[in-house]
């Protein structure tokens, strides 16, 4: 059984954490462990391959005043919200060590470790006959945008936890007009655990992967 080693990085400006995935895709792609980091953001709108510049609906000045930024990514997909009180997981998995899995079935299974995660607060999610993503009564609760190279993943999932949704109202989320944000909090109408959020986080993908969980022991939970 290969290991997973995880780590939670706390709030990370979103370059930073471009800089850390890129030095642990490095490694993990020459045959190092596959890791997972989880971290939160500070404010920022990060836009994918095929984002849009007219879906951020709001000017720079009002882009200051909420403190938000804007990155470029080289994920795939639009543009997105990742803010604190959101969870956000880079997986650096070696995806030639699980017999070459596709960019879509690696995708399915990170929409599987986030409904598991979902199921053990009680709610019920669903993945089918939706846009990629994580959806809950309609509303979209975990966005998903990755990029695979050289056999190896990054990017990853970002899941709304207590998560202030008011900031998806400055974008077209995902290209989709019409998509509702929802969190864990707002379909529990309870006070949530971010610690909690984390480790189940781990333990789910660590279980769909079939990877042996290792936490790193500068960033232990």
């Known amino acids: 059984m290969a290991d997973l080693i995880a780590g939670y990085h706390g709030l990370v ?94 995708v399915s299974k990170l929409q599987e470790t986030i409904s598991n995660v979902l199921s053990n607060f009680g709610i019920r999610s669903e993945t089918e006959g939706r846009p990629t993503g994580v959806w809950v009564n309609s509303k979209k609760i975990a966005s998903i945008g990755v990029r695979i190279s050289k056999g190896t993943s990054s990017h990853g999932f970002a899941l709304n936890v207590t998560t202030d949704l008011s900031y998806f109202k400055h974008i077209v989320a995902c290209g989709m007009p019409d998509a509702i944000a929802t969190s864990i909090s707002a379909q529990t109408k309870q006070s949530v655990s971010m610690e909690e959020v984390i480790c189940s986080t781990a333990n789910s993908l660590s279980h769909i992967f079939g990877t042996k969980l290792l936490w790193n022991e500068n960033q232990a939970q």
Do not use: C, W
């Open 13 to 106: 400006p979103y370059d930073s954490a471009v800089t850390l995935q890129r030095d642990l895709h490095k490694s993990v792609s020459e045959g190092a462990p596959d890791q997972l980091i989880l971290l939160q953001h500070p404010h920022v709108f990060t836009m994918g391959r095929r984002a849009k510049d007219q879906d951020v609906l709001i000017d720079q000045e009002n882009l200051a005043n909420y403190g938000i930024r804007i990155h470029r990514s080289d994920r795939g997909g639009e543009v997105t919200y990742h803010g604190p009180g959101q969870l956000v997981g880079y997986p650096i998995i070696n995806l030639r060590r699980t017999g070459n899995m596709s960019p879509i079935a690696y």
